[in-house]
């Protein structure tokens, strides 16, 4: 149980143009998923909190209205990287949340963003 | 207030033992551990919620000293398999309890 998908898993696109990633919780409800960005041989750093049917909240430093999230159901949420450039390239990863004490995480597979 | 992890990287032969650690400079409610290989998602390890507390499966457990703000992870006679890595995931008291704050990081390298 607890798997989560994640769609593309790899994609390369141009500069300006922008790019969808979807995050799937595949056999549990996530009211709250999460998504992530990471560098080559870096940590994680936390980018958004996304809760259904509520608007994602954001971490400092990340620029809302270039990384549109959108939480339409309890299973899917959606990334869009606007006007991508090649700073925007990285790994993205999302995670879903199941309920309970314990808070526990389980992560898609993560999409590699190139932007040429 | 990320989290260091220390050692930050180390190569084991198989069957040897490694402790990861991992401090906060925050109170924390809870400690998470992830591995991940190159290229994949985090694979979630374990949970823990108390201060004191242990827990483990198979040959890999981790400890909880919500005194000294700090976590480790134990791995005992390691297999190839466990090579990737290491994150913890803390989530600090007076924040967001579903947040996670990742760690720096350690890489561990396993080799026959």
Redesign the interface.
């Known amino acids: 149980g607890a798997v989560v998908s994640q769609h593309p898993s790899w994609v390369i696109c141009k500069s300006g143009t922008s790019v969808k990633i979807e995050c799937r919780s595949l056999d549990f409800q996530a009211t709250t998923m999460f998504w992530y960005r990471q560098f080559p041989k870096q940590s994680l750093m936390l980018m958004a909190t996304s809760n259904e049917g509520s608007k994602a909240t954001y971490e400092q430093g990340v620029e809302k209205d270039k990384f549109l999230i959108n939480h339409a159901s309890l299973t899917l949420s959606t990334l869009t990287v606007t006007s991508a450039h090649p700073e925007d390239s990285s790994f993205y990863i999302c995670s879903a949340q199941t309920s309970g004490n314990s808070y526990e995480q389980y992560f898609g597979p993560g999409t590699r963003l190139t932007v040429t | 207030q ?1 989290p260091v992890q220390s050692p930050q990287a180390v190569i084991l032969r198989e069957g040897e033992d490694a402790v990861i650690n991992c401090s906060s400079s925050k109170a924390l409610y ?1 400690v ?1 551990w ?1 591995r991940q290989k190159h ?6 390890l374990m ?1 823990l ?1 108390k201060g004191g507390e242990q827990k483990g499966h198979e040959k890999i457990s981790a400890s909880f000293n919500e005194k000294k703000q700090q976590s480790s992870l134990y791995l005992t006679a390691s297999q190839l398999s466990y090579s990737g890595t290491y ?1 913890c ?1 803390t ?1 600090p008291y007076g924040g ?10 350690t890489l561990l390298a396993v080799q026959p």
Do not use: D, M, R
């Open positions: 990320q809870s998470h992830y290229g994949e998602a985090p694979v979630f949970i919620l994150f995931g989530v967001a309890t579903n947040k996670l704050i990742f760690g720096t990081g």
